[in-house]
């Protein structure tokens, strides 16, 4: 990383967490939260998620999961799968043990640490995810803090070193100009293969990159969320991604 401090894709928010789910926190919080060496947001050593899990089984991550709503829905339908959620946000922790808790599931963990700096670690010793998502992350829409979006190539990078071959990476915004962001991210990886290339093009797509189009129909195990509802009520379009990682690794 070099001694320049990193520009981070997220500012941990406070905000209040209701008596009934600090309960749950305290019942369950140890069981569903990995609690590895941590300095800050930053993961110093990386646990053993088949310890975690307290099995084997194909994993799928999900980089800032809020309120947990849409990996724990998935985690219901599939429990033949693991589901690691990464989120910062403190609330947003509490309420995913709660609906963990409420639903009944059990193969769900949670990691409350920087992404970024964690997934080149948590999968060195780790069996590499089936699939990773990233939906609707916090879009920084004032263009002086682009910067701080976390989908770049460098991420884009991360992910596809810790994908294995024909594995999947989902992605899902709802402002256009992240959505084409996000795209160019992806096509300047060569071990990322985008296979919805040319398709849905936006007419007003700047196609900066020489590229346009390349977004994949919505995916049927997406939930709607309310940052979804919330973009369609304010106008925004949804764009959906679907990359796939090239093989051999």
């Known amino acids: 990383m070099s001694g320049h401090r990193r520009i981070t894709s997220f500012t941990p928010r406070g905000g209040r967490i ?40 194909p994993l799928i991550v999900e980089i800032g999961a809020g309120a947990g709503d849409q990996i724990v829905a998935h985690a219901a339908q599939h429990p033949e799968n693991n589901y690691l ?40 010793p780790n069996p590499k995810p089936r699939e ?8 920084w829409p004032k ?24 594995s999947v990476w989902r992605l899902a915004t ?6 084409w962001q996000m795209r160019d991210a992806i096509a300047a990886v060569s071990d990322l293969v985008n296979p919805h290339a040319g398709e849905r093009i936006d007419s007003d797509d700047p196609a900066e990159a020489g590229i346009a189009g390349g977004f994949a129909p919505r995916w049927e195990g997406r939930i709607i969320t309310r940052f979804e509802t919330r973009g369609l009520a304010e106008g925004r379009r949804i764009h959906d991604l679907e990359v796939r990682r090239a093989g051999p690794a």
């Open 85 to 124: 959620a990464f989120e910062v946000w403190w609330p947003g922790v509490a309420s995913s043990v709660s609906r963990i808790v409420r639903e009944g599931v059990t193969n769900v963990r949670l990691l409350s640490a920087d992404a970024v700096l964690a997934l080149p670690l948590l999968f060195g």
């Open 132 to 139: 990773v998502w990233t939906f609707f992350p916090d879009p």
């Open 18 to 57: 209701p008596d009934r789910q600090k309960r749950t926190l305290e019942r369950h919080g140890d069981t569903f939260i990995i609690a590895g060496p941590m300095d800050g947001y930053t993961l110093l050593e990386a646990p053993n998620l088949e310890e975690s899990f307290g099995r084997s089984a």
């Open 174 to 179: 709802d402002w256009d100009d992240y959505a």
């Open 143 to 166: 263009a002086r803090h682009h910067k701080r979006r976390m989908v770049t190539p460098d991420f884009a990078r991360i992910i596809a070193d810790i994908l294995p071959p024909d």
